[in-house]
Nanobody, 121 residues
Framework: QVHLVESGGGLVQPGGSLRLSCAAS????????MGWVRQAPGKGLEWVSA????????SYADSVKGRFTISRDTAKNTLYLQMNNVKPEDTAVYYC??????????????WGQGTRVTVSS
């Protein structure tokens, strides 16, 4: 059974940093592209970032480009999102998602339960 479990969310001040993690199980992690998607309070889903299976290709939404970094550790079956210089508008529930295939397609068939990030002073 495929499982994605996010962690690392919390309260952070504007300008601060946070690293989200997503532990994957139940599938061959190294065979699939992965992504992060977020949902701000009262808003719809917003795609944030994606990485292909061997980390050679990454992609970012304009809203986070230059501040967030996606990475993965295949040996640990874990996906990461390093968030730097966070802004109040980054406040959201962040979801880890498994792509249908590889390379990056942006079609996700499995989602984690989400981890909440609040950016506030």
């Amino acid at each position: 059974q495929v499982h994605l479990v996010e962690s690392g969310g919390g309260l952070v001040q504007p300008g601060g940093s946070l690293r989200l993690s997503c532990a994957a199980s139940g599938f061959t992690f190294g065979d699939y592209a992965m992504g992060w998607v977020r949902q701000a309070p009262g808003k719809g889903l917003e795609w944030v970032s994606a990485v292909n299976s061997n980390s050679a290709t990454t992609s970012y939404a304009d809203s986070v480009k230059g501040r967030f970094t996606i990475s993965r550790d295949t040996a640990k079956n874990t996906l990461y999102l390093q968030m730097n210089n966070v802004k109040p508008e980054d406040t959201a529930v962040y979801y880890c998602a498994k792509d249908l295939t590889d390379p990056i397609g942006g079609r996700y068939d499995t989602w984690g339960q989400g981890t909440r990030v609040t950016v506030s002073s």
